[in-house]
Structure formats: structure tokens, C-alpha cells
């Protein structure tokens, strides 16, 4: 398993520049992904980041972008229907751009 970290700013490097394990994102952000899952399956799939399984050679223009996993590719990224995009405004007075949490219409940043 593996994760991402990108700076908030327009960047050059690869995608694989900011490959790191979910250990990482969780210290970084204070949350805690899959805590339903068994300890010791937890602990192994956060700690490593296998990017062997990703073919990074995305081809995307303005216009389309082509979400490639596993060699295979499709239009828009794994989202089920269920998921919404966040209801909240940001400060800059645009609507947030993540995905609301399930259950709720806000993203986790914005949930109360």
C-alpha cells in the first residue's frame, strides 16, 4: 500500500517523488485510516509503500486525464456513486473540491 504527499503548490517533480507509506500520512494529519482492520494487518500495510504495482506513465492533457492503475485505465478515479463532493465554502469563497465523508456532506476538514 502506499500514499501521497504533494505540496500545495504547483510542483515538477514525478508523482513517485511523493510516494510515502500511510504511517506518514497519518502522522502528518492525526488520523487514523482503517482502525477496523486487525493490528498486525494494519501495521504491515501502513508501513510499507510498494509503488511496483503503479504504472506512473500517466498521459493527461487539459482536457482529459486517465487515471492508470494496474495497467488498466479509465476516466475518472475509483469514486462510488455514494460519495459527494464536500458541501462546505472555503475561505477564498469557492466550494471545497474534496469528497464529502460518508454519511455526512462534508470533507474531513470541514466536518463539525
Known amino acids: 500500500m502506499m ?3 504533494l505540496p500545495n503548490e504547483k510542483g515538477m517533480n514525478s508523482l513517485q517523488d511523493y ?3 500511510v504511517d506518514s500520512v497519518q502522522k502528518v494529519t ?3 485510516f482503517f482502525p477496523c482492520l486487525p493490528d498486525t494487518l494494519r501495521n504491515r500495510l501502513e508501513e510499507t509503500s510498494d509503488i ?3 504504472d506512473f506513465n ?3 492533457t487539459s482536457s482529459t486525464r486517465k487515471y492508470v492503475h494496474n495497467n488498466s485505465a479509465s476516466d475518472t478515479p475509483n469514486i462510488t456513486s455514494s460519495q459527494k463532493q464536500c458541501a462546505a465554502i472555503t475561505k477564498s469563497g469557492k466550494r471545497c473540491k474534496r469528497l464529502a465523508i460518508a ?3 462534508y470533507c474531513w476538514q470541514h466536518q463539525k
Open 3 to 5: 500514499a501521497f504527499i
Open 19 to 21: 510516494v510515502v507509506t
Open 30 to 32: 492525526g488520523i487514523v
Open 52 to 54: 511496483g504495482k503503479w
Open 58 to 60: 500517466i498521459k493527461a
Open 103 to 105: 454519511g455526512s456532506v
